[in-house]
Structure formats: C-alpha cells, structure tokens
C-alpha cells in the first residue's frame, strides 16, 4: 500500500533499452550526421583531388536518398554547397544544372497533367473504360491495367493511382454489399488491413501506373532524369531521346510489361488457368451482382454530367502538345523543329527542344478559359445576368501551384549537377578504372546485372535519386566495356521506374499501403511476379528490340562518344 500522495515508480530502463528507444527516433539525425565523418576516408590522402570531393559528394548524397534521412530536393542542394567550395565547379556553374531544358520540360509535363487532373477528364475515361469492358473481377482487372496505363503515359503515375483509389473502393464495396468478399481482414493485431483480392485490386493500379509511366518522356519524372543525364553527359549527341523515338521503344515495351503482369494477377488472384482452384470458386460473381456492380459504376458515371467544355478544350490543348512533341524533330522526316533551324540556318538540330512546346501549351492554357459564360457580357439584358466572379482557366494557376510537386524539380538538378562534376573533375575515369573486372563478361550479361541491380535498389529508395545515381555509372561502365553508353543509359534508365515490391519507392505504392490499408506482405506477393517479369523482359527489350529503334546502339563507338 502507498500512503497518500504516493506513486509507484516504473523500474529505471536498461541501457539497452534507452539506446534502442534513442535509435527508433533519432535514426534520421543519427545518419544525417555520422555518414559525412564515415565517408571522409575517401577524401584521403589531404589534400583531396577535384574527384574524390565528387565522390564523396555523390556517396553522401546516395545514402541521404536510400535512407530519406532529409527529405530528397534538401539533399539534392548539397552540390551547390560542397562543389563551389571544394574548387569542383563554380556556383553558377552548379547552379545552371537546376535550370535546363530536362527540368523546364519535367514542370511542363507536371503542368499538362494538372490540366487534364483539373478538368476530370482521367475520371470520365476510366469510367467509360470499365463500362466497355465489363464487371467480373478478370474483366474489371483488365480494364483497370488499360486505363490507368494509358492515363500514366500523359498524367504523373501518383496521380493515375490516385484517380483509382475511388474508383476502386465504390466497386468493391458493391460486391461486399452483396457478401461476395470483404475489402478488409482482420489481423492478429485486431487491425483492418486489405483483404486479399481488395490487395489484388489497389496493388495493380499502382503497378499499371508505374509501367504507364514508362510509355511516353513525359510519363514519370525518371525517363526526364535519364535523358537530362544522357545529353549532359554527351551534349553533341543526336537527339536520340526525342519524344517519338522514345515512344516508339516505351510504348511496346509497357504493352508487354502490362500483358504479363495482368497474367500474373489474374492467374494468383482470380485462378485463370485454374477452373478447379480456390482462387477461381472465391472470385466466381453471379449474375445479381454483376448487375449491381453496373448500376453501380452507371450512377458514378452519370454524376459526371455531360462532357464539359473544360473537358473538351484539354483534349485539344494537350493532344496538340502530343502532336508537336511528336512533329518537332521526328528523325524519320524533317520536323517544325528542323525547319526553324533550317530556315534560320542554325545548323543545330537541337536548337528547339521539347520544352518550348510545353511552355507555349501551357501557357495557352493558363490564358484560354474553361468555360463559354464570359458571353453572356455580350447577351445579358440586365445587371444580375452578367457573370458575379472570374472565369477559371483551362489551367488554374492557383491551384496548380498549391498542389504540383515543385520540390522534385531540385532532386533533377542535384543529379545533373553530380553527373556534370562527375565529367570535369575525372570521377568518371575512376569508376572506369574499378569496374575493370567487367570487361570478361559478354555485353548482354552486363546489361542483365545493371537491369537487376537498379529494379531491385529502386524498390528501397525513390526513383529518380536512384536514376541519377545509377545512370552515370552504367554510361561510364560502357565506355569501359567498349559499348555504347546510350544502351546502358536506356538499361538504367527505364530499369529505375520499375517498383513492385515495397512502398517506400514510389509514391503510388505509398499511397495504397496507407488509403487502402495494403500490407508490405501483400504488396511484396502481389508485386513478386511483375519484378521478375520486368527483370526479363527489360532486358530482352535492351537487347533486342533498342537497337531496332535506335540502330546506332550497334555501335560501340560513335562519333559524339569524344
């Protein structure tokens, strides 16, 4: 017993435990601060080459992003402090490496995206796809594969997800309304997490939007990167990654990576293949339901009204950008972009980028407004019919700007910052000397290790830090191998986008995991055949189909190599 005003006192902690507790939250500072003093080894003997300060820069920066120890664009920022400082390259030098035409074309695309987010137009066509494709879960799946693609070729992969999540949502809850499954399970911890086939369903709009995104440049921030990388690293280079080349290569590589990752989906899940297995008896829907399941999607429909002018003028805006993208420098006939330099006698084919585009839709579409009522100034007969406030734009600037994803912008300039002072100061030739080893093995070897490496670390770290990581060093390791960088550059390029496996490397997988409820465990079993079908047919699409697309790929040394 304990007289008055007596507590019981909790038994002292353990030394263990204190550093376990201090561990759990203060790991981030503990990092940010011990991995500069762990890495200064590389700055030996004193005092440091122009290339070991990029290295250590480089390595600093490459923990920093793995680990999100700070967010990702404070980190991006670390080469305009260490570079200047260290004789690598000058300030204004760095910092023109946050402001090219990669970074100008990578907001463009973010902006064209906002528009169509804005208008709603990616909800009416996900809509109008799943009405024309039908209601059982196979069908429903396919559909949804289709549709969130095809939107993560134009719009960000974040963004397709998340056009989804709704979606998704009102039709399970039908087919849990008529007792044919359960969104959420309870775990051992009491909690609700995602059942299984409801993971089925939140994990293959994430996946769908992460292969979208590799169709078309302007599909995720990463095919941006590895481009940016590319001409910084070789300016007199052809443009090799214009936008119709590009997509003459992504464009058939995502329709494969979609086939075989709906046959994976539907054969674990649904039981294809498998008439007589659990999978197939649990996702059989009868009639009824299917039924439901319509009427459903039918008043989700219906609440979108008719097509809106809003909607009708983002079609035109952003289909002609598409069209100028694909005009401008097409290599297959002379381009807009190839007169201008012609009739100004430039004699640079590149003096036009893909970023000039951008710049004029968007901008027409921040001036061009989204609706029709600034007529009735010219038809109203009394004051209380004129318009009471101003008409919206086809892009609203306001809210664009509250909602875009700017930061992003310096983790593009913080890599092309590393891969530019990785050039001057020599950090190249000395990764070159300690990859040597490399030489013994055959090229389509290298470009399997180099596919599976990046795929594998993406999984754990952000796209794009992993792209300008990664890119540098395979573009490097082809010269080293008498090979052309190009190819290693697509290889690493395209391998970085790809994360199925957990949700810390894109924010799509994020956003599953927390809105849906998707355990890691789930999401790694959904996402363990699309990692192993991508491995392969990334690789083969490297090898065999690039240089049908990109013929210079067979050889090993171009003019513009230097």
């Not at 600034?374 to 509250?402: G, Q, T, Y």
């Given at each position: 017993m304990f007289g008055y005003g007596e507590t019981e006192k909790a038994p002292p902690l353990e030394v263990t435990d204190k550093l376990k507790i201090y561990l759990i939250v203060h790991w981030r500072g503990i990092i940010t601060l011990l991995v500069p003093l762990l890495t200064i080894g590389i700055l030996v003997p004193f005092p440091p080459e122009k290339w070991q300060w990029t290295a250590y820069c480089l390595l600093v920066m490459a923990v920093y992003w793995v680990t999100e120890c700070i967010p990702l664009p404070v980190t991006a920022f670390l080469p305009v402090i260490v570079f200047p400082i260290t004789g690598v390259m000058t300030t204004t030098e760095v910092c023109k490496c946050y402001v090219s035409d990669a970074v100008i074309m990578f907001l463009g695309s973010l902006m064209l995206a906002a528009s169509v987010e804005q208008s709603g137009l990616h909800r009416r066509m996900a809509f109008v796809a799943i009405r024309s494709v039908g209601y059982s879960h196979r069908k429903l799946l396919v559909a949804m594969v289709i549709v969130t693609s095809f939107c993560s070729m134009w719009i960000t992969n974040t963004a397709a997800t998340t056009m989804m999540m709704p979606i998704i949502f009102a039709v399970l809850k039908v087919f849990e309304d008529q007792k044919l499954l359960?969104?959420?399970?309870?775990?051992?911890?009491?909690?609700?997490?995602?059942?299984?086939?409801?993971?089925?369903?939140?994990?293959?709009?994430?996946?769908?939007?992460?292969?979208?995104?590799?169709?078309?440049?302007?599909?995720?921030?990463?095919?941006?990167?590895?481009?940016?990388?590319?001409?910084?690293?070789?300016?007199?280079?052809?443009?090799?990654?214009?936008?119709?080349?590009?997509?003459?290569?992504?464009?058939?590589?995502?329709?494969?990576?979609?086939?075989?990752?709906?046959?994976?989906?539907?054969?674990?899940?649904?039981?294809?293949?498998?008439?007589?297995?659990?999978?197939?008896?649990?996702?059989?829907?009868?009639?009824n339901a299917l039924k439901a399941a319509e009427e459903a999607v039918a008043r989700e429909y219906a609440s979108l009204g008719k097509i809106t002018f809003w909607e009708k003028a983002v079609i035109v805006l952003f289909g002609s950008s598409i069209i100028l993208f694909f005009c401008r420098s097409p290599q297959i006939f002379k381009g807009w972009g190839d007169l201008i330099s012609d009739f100004f006698e430039l004699n640079n084919i590149k003096f036009v980028r893909d970023s000039a585009v951008a710049a004029c839709i968007i901008t027409v579409m921040l001036i061009f407004p989204s609706n029709?009522?600034?007529?009735?100034?010219?038809?109203?007969?009394?004051?209380?019919?004129?318009?009471?406030?101003?008409?919206?734009?086809?892009?609203?600037?306001?809210?664009?700007?509250?909602?875009?994803?700017?930061?992003f912008v310096f983790l593009l300039g913080g890599g092309f910052a590393l891969s530019t002072a990785a050039k001057l100061s020599g950090l190249n030739s000395k990764i070159g000397e300690c990859i040597q080893g490399l030489k013994v093995l055959p090229d389509i070897v290298i470009v399997l290790i180099i596919v599976t490496v990046v795929i594998m670390i993406t999984n754990f770290a952000s796209n794009i830090a992993v792209c300008n990581v990664f890119t540098p060093i395979s573009m490097q390791l082809a010269r080293e191998v008498k090979h052309n960088p190009l190819m290693y550059c697509i290889a690493s390029g395209f391998a970085a986008s790809h994360c199925f496996l957990l949700p810390v490397g894109t924010p799509g997988n994020l956003i599953v995991q927390s809105a849906a409820k998707v355990p890691t465990s789930k999401m790694a079993v959904a996402g363990i055949g699309p990692t192993i079908s991508t491995i392969i047919i990334t690789w083969l699409a490297v090898n065999f189909y690039a240089p049908i697309v990109w013929p210079i790929l067979k050889n090993p040394s171009p003019d513009w190599l230097g």
């Open positions: 359960n969104v959420y399970d309870t775990d051992v911890s009491g909690s609700k997490v995602a059942s299984d086939i409801a993971s089925c369903y939140f994990c293959t709009a994430t996946f769908s939007a992460t292969i979208g995104g590799v169709g078309t440049l302007i599909g995720t921030g990463t095919n941006l990167v590895f481009k940016g990388l590319f001409v910084t690293e070789y300016p007199n280079a052809p443009d090799y990654l214009s936008f119709p080349l590009f997509s003459a290569f992504g464009i058939p590589y995502m329709i494969v990576l979609d086939i075989f990752l709906v046959l994976y989906i539907l054969i674990v899940y649904t039981g294809l293949f498998r008439p007589n297995s659990e999978a197939a008896r649990k996702t059989k829907i009868p009639a029709l009522l600034f007529f009735k100034n010219c038809s109203a007969k009394f004051h209380e019919d004129l318009p009471k406030k101003p008409i919206r734009s086809v892009l609203d600037w306001a809210i664009m700007m509250a909602e875009m994803p700017f930061s």
